[in-house]
């Protein structure tokens, strides 16, 4: 999706701003972000803001932040797992329920806490992701107050991904915003979020997030502002200065880039369905997509035929759909899942357009997979499943 005139026009004005910005950001940018998670229901304050080159950083410096081992869904967005290695503490893959990702199953997630605590080992951290990347799908609201009991049961803080929060595809606008776990639960709750997905700004590296409220019982929250503010002066300095008046416009949220932002909704929910119904239609299983714009097919139903063709496992399946079939897809193995698990990760984006001019028309389409790119890429990918499923 192309990025928003309003947007370039000022980063384009704010060129001459070479002066190293305080490290967890600027007062009027902190005050602009708190607001955007107010009118998403969160009780936030500036000073609990903080700032960072891409959200990615801020997840990063919040693992290494909290003490103990991680808890993440499986499947899950590939950089928790490799990020938490990289930290040198354990990953702990937890199921997501049946129905939707993004979620440790909570029933899974008791055993394993109870488990632990057994061992006389304590997580730190529990990894949300809503909406998720690679499902598509958002976890119910009675999921995430399970976890947050949980949580609160078993002194675990919660890591919350909201980079997809703005994409939920019924969604209005901020009162739509998938809810934060930050609500139930402000005490334990690091959220997370940018401006790389719901206005696909993704290579200029925009991204906040909001701390948990003070807890002066819990050592952790206590001190975690300050813990934030040592690991990113020591690793990102601080968001460029440009980039900071980038976040400010844009979590003042004018009625443009809400505009914007709906145009984008409606393009990722209306291709994403479109791309379940080809896969439904040719008896792959696949959860229906709620939000963002990803979908995680399951090619189990088709496990003899594709066996027959030595595709066994998901690493295999996605090159033969790369291969022999120009379809290029993530394998479900590098989302945690087994690889003996046919499951891939689809991005429905890829489909918008191959030029800028063709992207903008999807944009601004009331029924972008009518177009004829996009009705053809659909086209195409039904046929080449046909000939690989039968
Ligand atoms: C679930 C999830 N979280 C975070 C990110 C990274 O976001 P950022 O560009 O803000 O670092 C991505 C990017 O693909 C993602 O899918």
Redesign the pocket.
């Known amino acids: 999706v192309p990025a928003h005139p309003a947007l370039a026009e000022q980063l384009a004005s704010a060129t001459d701003r070479t002066a190293y910005p305080p490290v967890l950001g600027e007062e009027q940018a902190r005050v602009a972000c708190a607001g955007y998670f107010r009118r998403r229901g969160m009780a936030a304050e500036p000073d609990r803001v903080v700032l960072a080159p891409?959200?990615?950083?801020l997840?990063y410096a919040s693992l290494l932040a909290v003490p103990g081992d991680v808890v993440v869904p499986v499947p899950s967005?590939v950089?928790y797992a490799a990020q938490v290695e990289l930290t040198g503490k354990r990953v702990i893959g937890v199921p997501v329920p049946a129905d939707t990702g993004g979620i440790p199953d909570p029933n899974a997630l008791e055993d394993v806490l109870v488990r632990e605590a057994k061992r006389g080992r304590k997580p730190g951290l529990v990894v949300l992701?809503r909406p998720?990347?690679p499902t598509g799908t958002i976890a119910p609201e009675s999921d995430i107050r399970a976890i947050c009991e949980l949580a609160e049961a078993h002194d675990l803080h919660i890591l919350s991904?909201e980079?997809?929060g703005d994409l939920v595809h019924t969604g209005q606008g901020a009162t739509d915003y998938a809810v934060s776990p930050s609500v139930f639960l402000p005490r334990r709750t690091i959220v997370?979020?940018?401006?790389?997905?719901r206005l696909a700004l993704?290579g200029w590296?925009?991204?906040f997030g909001l701390l948990p409220e003070p807890d002066p019982g819990d050592a952790t929250t206590r001190s975690l502002a300050s813990d934030l503010t040592g690991i990113a002066s020591e690793i990102w300095s601080a968001l460029p200065g440009p980039m900071q008046d980038v976040v400010t416009l844009a979590a003042d949220e004018p009625p443009e880039l809400r505009a914007h932002i709906a145009d984008a909704r409606r393009l990722h929910g209306s291709v994403s369905h479109a791309m379940w119904r080809v896969f439904r239609d040719t008896g792959i299983e696949c959860r229906e997509p709620q939000g963002g714009f990803y979908l995680y097919p399951d090619f189990e139903p088709h496990r003899e035929r594709l066996a027959a063709a030595s595709v066994t496992t998901s690493t295999r399946l996605a090159e033969v759909l790369l291969e022999s079939h120009g379809i290029g897809v993530l394998p479900g193995e590098a989302f945690g899942d087994k690889d003996s698990r046919l499951t891939v990760r689809v991005a429905t984006s890829l489909l918008y357009g191959k030029d800028r001019e063709q992207r903008q028309a999807a944009l601004d389409s009331a029924d972008p997979v009518r177009l004829p790119w996009i009705e053809a890429a659909l086209h195409r990918v039904r046929d080449e499943l046909a000939g690989l499923c039968g």
């Open positions: 891409g959200s990615k950083a997840l967005w950089s992701t998720d990347n991904d980079i997809y997370t979020t940018g401006l790389s997905k993704g590296r925009i991204g």
